[in-house]
């Protein structure tokens, strides 16, 4: 990547990396494969890099956390709308949001549940 023109220029303050998971995913501290993820912001020519990600680091001065994105994907103006109403309708004392998967073998875990009353 260093020997990149593109790169060269600025050393990566001009480059964003967009990415749909956590930054954790892209710190590992270890060079053990065994261990999740990478070690790609970690590296030095990621440090000026911006990077866009569903949860930041409060380490990492250049992440920026952007929401993950939820189960509802309209395809249609109407359908953003009628959801809109939907919502505007409902009588709600509690806001609450989870973003996760199911973890079926985790037995103590309660995503399950929580997917099951959100659906």
């Known amino acids: 990547l260093r020997g990149r023109p593109e790169w060269g220029v600025m050393r990566g303050w001009d480059h964003v990396f967009v990415s749909g998971r956590i930054t954790w995913d892209f710190r590992r501290l270890s060079n053990s494969e065994a261990n999740w993820g990478s070690k790609l912001m970690n590296l030095p020519e990621a440090k000026n890099m911006t990077m866009l990600a569903i949860e930041s680091s409060p380490y990492g001065k250049n992440d920026f956390a952007i929401p993950y994105p939820t189960y509802f994907h309209p395809s249609s103006d109407t359908e953003v709308v009628e959801w809109q109403d939907r919502v505007r309708s409902q009588k709600r004392r509690n806001l609450f949001t989870f973003s996760g998967a199911p973890r079926p073998n985790m ?11 959100c659906s």
């Open 107 to 117: 037995t103590n875990s309660i995503r399950g549940e929580l997917i099951n009353q």
